[in-house]
C-alpha cells in the first residue's frame, strides 16, 4: 500500500535500516552493496553510517563504509560529508529532487518517501570520467 509520509524530520530517520544499493555504471562494471544504514545522535543531528559488501563483477568482495551529517534546516535536512563540507539539502516530503556539484562531476538525486518507512534515493552521477545510476533501498 502506498502512502505519503506525514511529518517527517530528522528524527524520523533515527535507527538501523536495511540499505540495498545496484550501481549501474556506464564506463565500468556494475556494482552492489548489502548492508546497513544507521542514523545514530551527533552534536546537532545524526551521524549516517552506511556499511556494507560490495561485491564488483570479477573481483573479491570487500566491505565498504560512508559517513554524512545530517542536520535540521527549517522544514529541510541539511546533509555534509564527515569532515563538515556541505553536500545536499532535501525535505523528507513525498518525491524530492537535489543536486551537487564537485567539480568536474555533476551528482542529481532523487529521493522518495512515498512508501515511508521503505524510502529510496536515486543518483544519477555525470562527468568526464563518470557516468552511472546508483539506486539506494532503505527498509526498517
Keep these: 500500500m502506498t502512502q505519503t509520509p506525514v511529518n517527517l524530520d530528522l528524527w524520523s530517520f533515527e535507527g538501523v535500516w536495511q540499505l540495498t544499493r545496484l550501481v549501474e555504471n556506464a564506463v565500468g562494471p556494475d556494482m552492489t552493496l548489502v ?22 563483477a570479477g573481483q573479491p568482495p570487500m566491505q565498504g ?22 553536500f545536499f539539502q532535501f525535505r ?29 534515493a536515486t543518483w544519477t552521477v555525470q562527468g568526464p570520467r563518470k557516468d552511472y545510476v546508483m539506486r539506494s533501498r532503505y527498509i526498517r
Excluded: K, N
Design 35 to 56: 548492508g546497513t544504514a544507521t542514523f545514530r545522535r551527533y552534536e546537532d543531528g545524526l551521524m549516517l553510517v552506511e556499511e556494507g559488501t560490495l561485491e564488483v
Design 65 to 86: 563504509s560512508q559517513r554524512y551529517i545530517w542536520r535540521p534546516d527549517g522544514a529541510a535536512i541539511a546533509t555534509f560529508f564527515a569532515d563538515g563540507r556541505a
Design 92 to 120: 523528507p516530503d513525498g518525491e524530492t529532487a537535489a543536486a551537487h556539484w564537485c567539480s568536474p562531476d555533476q551528482y542529481d538525486v532523487v529521493m522518495d518517501f512515498t512508501r515511508w518507512p521503505d524510502w529510496r
